[in-house]
Nanobody, 125 residues
């Protein structure tokens, strides 16, 4: 019902920045909880950042706090993840996800209904 398409990934050197975009279609996301997750080769998918429908509540994985910023532009039906001071440990496929209800938390991947195809982020030393 909701299609999500990530973009903005690529190859960047350590300390660099990238801005990921997640464009939604099919429905307006004004009432949707949105999140970013990532998965590195051989590792399980992990929570990176999430944002409530209003945008007033945001949560981050501890290791990205102060470096990453999640935001949303409901007029463009788009969610962003600004990533600064990138580290090799940030290398992964990044996925955008959404759900059409508010559960009170942003971290549980199993609560998200819709997922994008992912965009590769590679941070080289």
């Amino acid at each position: 019902q909701v299609q999500l398409v990530e973009s903005g990934g690529g190859l960047v050197q350590v300390g660099g920045s990238l801005r990921l975009s997640c464009a939604a279609s099919g429905r307006a996301i004004t009432t949707y909880t949105m999140g970013w997750f990532r998965q590195a080769p051989g590792k399980e998918r992990e929570f990176v950042a999430g944002i409530s429908p209003s945008g007033l509540m945001r949560d981050y994985k501890d290791t990205v706090k102060g470096r990453f910023t999640i935001s949303r532009d409901n007029a463009k039906n788009t969610v962003y993840l600004q990533m600064n001071s990138l580290k090799p440990e940030d290398t992964a496929v990044y996925f955008c996800a959404s759900r059409g209800y508010w559960s009170g938390t942003l971290r549980r991947s199993t609560e998200y209904e819709y997922w994008g195809q992912g965009t590769q982020v590679t941070v080289s030393s």
